[in-house]
């Protein structure tokens, strides 16, 4: 059997400053109104830009990793012999933030980063074997995308794949002091007058199985990942090739392994930041892949609404991708100001549009010159 026919979502939840749940999810992307306002979560006195999306009330990020896999499992109809023997891929910043509290009134200190997935697939009874990815903006794609390597030529059966970031002030400095946020308090994807991003919350939990796993337990699908693909552009520490280079071969790839056509696609949840180089880098990426038809394919960053959530970006943007595919509407692209002339895509700007196709490619991009891109299709 093809690689292409064994992978499963079957669970999946998270959290964003749109709310807690798919449900609000999609509901939130949907809308279309962004979620960005003033920071309290720490001081932002002097900072360029003082608003991110995040979310009011918040635990820790080992608490709220915790509840996320715990719901997605649930979800899925895991039970306790299921869960016994599932992976846990995960996918985070790292950094005291990342770690457990440690306990009321002293005792053991929390566990120290690479040591976070044993602690979570702990505590939520996934006995398989555990990944940690801090691999920056394609940290979550990379676990996705190889949890379904691993299933696809059987030696797992099931991977819940796990990510979080909550916004931060030592990541949140450095990028205000590079003065990649944007100063006007919005993100702009693909669009003339863009000044950049802005940062959210992020914390998504989904479950990977087999198809031949998923069927002995009658699990209903979400969506299948059909296809994914990775590649790097070796072009600058921080700035993808400007034609995009990487970003398509990753895109071609995830096509070729879904054995899809390009014409196959309906959608693309764009990795789009909403910085000048990037977008465009993106949008010559895009006309590689498609070639004419570039430009009549329905394009979005959601990140426009809920915002860059670095490591946690990749998986919350897949579950925003399966859960619109599903519902038959594709969310919009917020901060619309006008085209760019180095972005000639058919942006989804008024309202959410019916989806075309099942199928859909959601793209991330990191610093280093890391892409990624998986191909998803509605059940």
Known sequence: MAEREHLRITGVHAISALGRGADALLAGVLAGAPAFTPVRRFDTIGRRVTVAATVPEVGTLADELTDAVDRACRAAGLDRTHRAGAALFLATHGGPHSLPARPAGGGDTAPEVPALAGHLARRCGLGGRTRTY????????????????????????????????????DQYALFDAGRALAADGAVRPFSAGRKGLLLGDAVVAVVLESARAAAVRGAPTVATVAGWGRAGDAYHPCQPHPEGHGLARAAEAALRRAGLPAAAVGYVNANATGTPYSDASEAAALGRVFGAAAGRIPVSSTKSVHGHALEASGLLELVVTVLTLGHGKLPVNAGWLGPDDSC??????????????????TLNAAFGGANTALLVSAP
């Not at 990379?142 to 059966?157: C, E, M, N, P, S």
């Not at 000639?344 to 490619?361: E, G, S, Y």
């Open 134 to 169: 801090t691999t920056a903006c394609v940290s979550a794609s990379t676990a996705v995308a190889d949890a379904a390597t691993l299933i696809g030529r059987g030696d797992l059966d099931r991977v819940v794949v796990a990510a979080g970031y909550l916004v931060e002030p």
């Open 344 to 361: 000639p895509l058919d942006v989804i700007t008024d309202a959410p549009r019916p989806a075309p196709t099942p199928h859909a490619l």
